[in-house]
């Protein structure tokens, strides 16, 4: 029994040490290391503490960790991370085959999310139960803890991607399991990972966009008028044998087929074949399993905010994830880029064109101009146009520079400096590896002198530098994160702010221009008109803050320009010269651009609309000196973008919670989900006096204490969920809240273990409700004064944030203790140990769907801690 005893604890310690590894690993985004290690060190002094109350009270107040148990944790802790890494770099590693792409799997992985945490409580509480030191356990739980965060924090640049140590610590815990003889339970675990294996594949992705049905040439808009409502992909591509044919293939592809049927535009017309040597363009929502199959993927990488995929393409292909200008395939001896893609999250594409790193500025010799025209394609850029107010800018910034596009642009068009900033390393890692031939070394600092390339979030890097510009470009509205997940701060664009574009004017040298990409996405209002409501908002948003940073006339420092169904926003700190806005039009009429909006004497009184032609609504808004009112009057949603109100992460109605919500309100709907919050803490507070009357002398029956772990459980998914959404870009660092909101859940489930003999279960509920109705108040007290300091809004963000977890952690010790009155003081351990799980397992769960692309399912994530939940219950009425 002995030996049983000190082998589950080195696997309790094991599986503490993966636990930790993987919430660092996740955590870490957008906040130091050193700040994460403190802010966890911190929490587990407290639950430390919290233990070492209840075992003076049991009266167990020996040696912690100095026995063979804490001889045999050490051990775990150390082998454990050796074997994980053994595993996932071995010539075969086991990802290849933890994949699924069934509904059926993604179940499962709930299921495996919450499994190793059950059993790290139940081996907890059957060793308690056998006699065991309280502290000498829950010692060994903080050791494991402990080595994995600071295992984790010093290697967050690589090692093993949190989901393999997540579902390898699950079968470790099973092993644990079986060992004290909980046979149906180790059971159930292979079950469920053999389930897992059968129904592997490759992982989901999110669904593929609509496609884009605008002709490209003038010559098939007669042939594609005949297809209206067909959806078929079309493009130009190279054959193997190096001509090149003008193909349309069925949208979706078939992504199963061997072979890719096809439709041929030749001079006689089109003709159905089947193609057996070209490969069309996909969306990258359903290329990623004929990529695989092919051998073009080059490679995987998994960061806590998004996978990330490169690709090898054996065809050039006409367009990409590059807006060009429709002239350019108007050109009789256009040369069709040759690109690899870079994938971020299964949606958001980025291409690297093939360059020869030869100089291209200024032209004029051999060499510079045979250079110019292999990359010609960048010169006929919907961004390229900012380059006609400077034609040689002396510094140039490309936020989310990608692959470098817009990098090679800025050189192209005679930048002395080039700065990129790219929030994904592994996107940098590929330009400057496995492409770095292909880009003739763009990112190669020895290389490319004149080129730096910065890895980190593109808002954080303009709050910290200090440099000044004369072209600052961001061509694409998205970015390049999670991009149809349930967390919708992991896509929202906090420069697209007024906060944001407050910073990035600030950082223009005298003269400078901000271009900034949007879509042209054309939403109906209650009357029937159509309206471009998205670049409305950006307009709105700029006009806002040139008048933030002192601009008297916000109107005539903007120029709007459009090419097909995207559109690109020229702003500067003083007003368009006259000069400056010939060459502009001049441009756009090269280009074919349509000039949405100049001044108020140059903007087209009409422009084109899907419906046809309309009053031009950029020239009516910019026209009015009060324009908020009248902003919603047709009932869509166009007010400035601000950090409180952001473009994407509006909150919506519980029912509904996918999509890009264009036309809500965000300072109507967040209110109404608290209020739901509120509502729900309301029907706990009544319904636990309702079904948990004080009984003294029997347990309450199976079916309540289920219920009441439900109800609890949902709640704490809703405000995980629901807080950090929106304090995350109130505060400017999306997971900082939820950083916060684990450690405060963690330190209430100790609170409410050393509390044991008393009830606090009415304060527990009272407390969350005040903490919810401050949240709400919130918005309507502070707006004053949240702005004066970033440092107030992080203090605000971190009371609400930690009043709310230490509320929803101290729920579950304190429940127990209420639902079994005279029982042992153990269950209140349990139970914090399952607020504990509960609380790893939710963040975990996050982590295995992000990285592994499962972005569009990501509200599996509160299953995972409701199954803990469930587990912990069933368990304690056994």
């Known amino acids: 029994m002995r030996f049983r005893r000190h082998l589950a604890l080195g696997l309790t310690c094991a599986g503490a040490v993966a636990a930790g590894w993987a919430w660092v690993r996740i955590l870490h985004v957008m906040m130091a290391p050193q700040f994460v290690l403190a802010m966890i060190a911190v929490a587990w002094l407290a639950y430390a503490y919290a233990g070492f109350l209840l075992g003076r009270q049991l009266g167990h107040g020996r040696q912690l960790a100095a026995t063979r148990p804490g001889v045999a944790a050490a051990a775990g802790a150390v082998l454990l991370p050796v074997a994980l890494w053994c595993c996932c770099n071995a010539p075969v590693p086991l990802r290849n085959i933890l994949h699924g792409d069934h509904v059926g799997s993604l179940l499962l992985v709930a299921m495996l999310v919450a499994l190793p945490f059950y059993f790290l409580g139940r081996t907890v509480l059957l060793t308690a139960m056998q006699g065991d030191d309280v502290g000498r356990i829950h010692a060994v739980v903080l050791t494991g803890l402990g080595v994995g965060t600071a295992g984790a924090t010093w290697l967050l640049a690589g090692g093993v991607p949190a989901p ?81 044919r003008l193909i349309e293939t069925p949208w979706p592809p078939d992504v199963t087929a061997d072979r890719t049927r096809c439709k041929v535009i030749d001079d006689d017309g089109p003709a159905e074949i089947v193609i057996d040597d070209v490969e069309p363009n996909e969306s990258g929502a359903l290329a990623g399993r004929r990529f695989d199959r092919l051998g073009w993927r080059e490679g995987r990488h998994w960061t806590v905010d998004g996978r990330i995929d490169t690709f090898h393409w054996p065809d050039g292909l006409e367009m990409f994830w590059l807006y060009v200008s429709s002239a350019y395939f108007a050109l009789p001896e256009r040369p069709l880029p040759r690109q690899k893609a870079v994938l971020v999250d299964g949606q958001a594409y980025s291409s690297v064109l093939r360059y020869s790193g030869a100089p291209l500025f200024p032209p004029g010799t051999r060499e510079v101009d045979a250079a110019r025209e292999s990359v010609l394609l960048v010169e006929y850029l919907l961004s390229s146009t900012a380059y006609q107010l400077t034609p040689r800018p002396g510094r140039v910034l490309c936020l989310f520079a990608g692959g470098g596009v817009e990098v090679l642009a800025a050189r192209y068009h005679g930048a002395d400096h080039v700065l990129g900033v790219e929030p994904h390393a592994p996107v940098v890692a590929a330009v400057r590896g496995a492409f770095q031939d292909f880009s003739g070394r763009l990112y190669d600092p020895e290389r490319s002198a004149d080129i730096d390339v910065v890895v980190a979030p593109p808002r954080e890097f303009l709050e910290r530098t200090d440099q000044r510009f004369d072209i600052i470009t961001m061509p694409h509205p998205e970015t390049r994160g999670a991009s149809l997940g349930l967390p919708l701060h992991f896509l929202e664009n906090d420069v697209l702010s007024r906060e944001g574009l407050v910073t990035c004017l600030r950082r223009l040298r005298p003269g400078g221009v901000l271009a900034l990409g949007s879509w042209f996405a054309v939403d109906t209002d209650r009357a029937g008109s159509q309206h471009p409501t998205f670049s409305l908002r950006l307009v709105a948003t700029a006009r806002d803050a040139l008048s933030a940073v002192g601009v008297a006339e916000p109107r005539d420092c903007l120029f709007l320009l459009r090419d097909r169904d995207r559109c690109l926003l020229l702003v500067k700190p003083t007003a368009f010269r006259e000069e400056e806005l010939n060459r502009l039009e001049a441009h756009c009429s090269r280009m074919w651009f349509s000039v949405l909006y100049g001044t108020r004497a140059n903007a087209p009184p009409l422009i084109r609309m899907n419906s046809g032609f309309t009053p031009n609504p950029y020239l009516e808004f910019l026209g009015q000196d009060d324009a908020a009112a009248g902003l919603r009057a047709d009932g869509l949603d166009r007010r400035p973008t601000t950090d409180a109100r952001p473009t994407f992460q509006e909150l919506r109605d519980p029912t509904y919670l996918g999509g890009f919500p264009y036309d809500r309100d965000a300072m109507l709907t967040t209110p109404r989900v608290l209020w739901y919050l509120l509502g729900l803490w309301a029907i706990l ?61 963690l330190l209430g489930a100790a609170y409410g273990a050393a509390r044991v003999r008393t009830d606090s279960r009415p304060a527990t509920l009272t407390l969350a409700m005040l903490a919810l109705l401050a949240l709400l108040l919130e918005r309507y007290a502070l707006p004053a004064w949240r702005d004066v300091f970033p440092l107030f809004r992080m203090v605000v963000a971190t009371g609400l944030v930690a009043v709310v977890g230490i509320a929803a952690g101290t729920v579950y010790p304190a429940s127990v203790h209420v639902l079994t009155p005279g029982g042992s003081p153990q269950r209140a351990w349990t139970a914090a140990t399952f607020a504990l799980g509960g609380c790893l397992g939710l963040v975990v769960g996050a982590g295995i769907l992000l990285a592994d692309g499962y972005t569009g399912v990501l509200g599996l994530a509160p299953l995972a801690i409701m199954t803990t939940v469930l587990l912990g219950a069933d368990r304690l009425q056994d």
């Open 164 to 244: 393999r140590i997540a579902l390898l610590s699950g079968a470790v815990m099973a092993a644990g399991s079986a060992v004290f003889g909980g046979g149906r339970f180790a059971a159930l675990a292979l079950l469920t990972s053999g389930a897992w294996l059968l129904l592997g594949g490759d992982r989901m992705h999110v669904p593929a966009p609509e496609p884009k049905t605008e002709a490209a040439l003038d010559n098939l808009d007669s042939w594609l008028a005949e297809r209206k409502g067909k959806a078929w992909w079309r493009g130009r591509v190279y054959m193997r044998d190096g001509t090149t």
């Open 685 to 745: 507070y009544i319904g636990s006096a309702f079904l948990y009357p004080r009984q003294s002398n029997r347990r309450a029956p199976a079916w309540r204490v289920k219920v009441w772990f439900c109800l609890n459980g949902a709640a704490v998914a809703l405000v995980m969920v629901f807080l950090p959404q929106y304090l995350g870009s109130w505060t400017g660092y999306p997971t900082l809240p939820t950083g916060l909101l684990l450690p405060a859940t």
